[in-house]
């Protein structure tokens, strides 16, 4: 038996937190969209996966850039703010980024349960580079 929640018991917080959850689940929707290879073609999804991932820091950077820039009243003023700018940026990022991939740790199974078989990295990533960019 399900029970009918009244709007009036969800908070401006509770409210603003669903949003945000669903404009980041359309942002993740979209980029699963353009993770998918065009019609004939055969790409290794890793590669679309990380042109994807790609374009998505490059987005969200600029994005995240012009928000900054609305703040400011000229250049000047913004450049000075660069430092502090960069700080919280970055570490909200690095938050997000921590919670998501511990998240991912813990649920490895359950959330890669549909991925068919894939030519995969099987090596653990050291943060070494074995190949010239």
Not at 20 to 33: L, M, P, S, V
Not at 76 to 85: C, G, I, T
Request: net charge negative; charged share 30%; glycine share 4%.
């Amino acid at each position: 038996m399900s029970q009918k929640i009244d709007a009036a018991d969800v908070t401006e917080e509770e409210a603003l937190n669903a949003v945000f959850f669903e404009r980041a689940d359309e942002f993740i929707k979209q980029a699963n969209e353009f993770c998918r290879p065009a019609k004939g073609q055969q790409p290794k999804p890793e590669e679309l996966r990380g042109q994807v991932s790609a374009a998505m820091l490059f987005a969200t950077a600029r994005f995240n850039t012009w928000v900054a820039a609305n703040t400011f009243k000229d250049g000047e003023e913004m450049r000075e703010a660069k430092e502090q700018v960069m700080s919280y940026v970055l570490q909200q990022f690095q938050m997000m980024l921590e919670d998501n991939f511990d998240e991912y740790c813990e649920q490895f199974d359950n959330y890669l349960r549909f991925r068919k078989n894939e030519d995969f990295h099987t090596h653990k990533h050291d943060g070494k580079d074995d190949h010239q960019h």
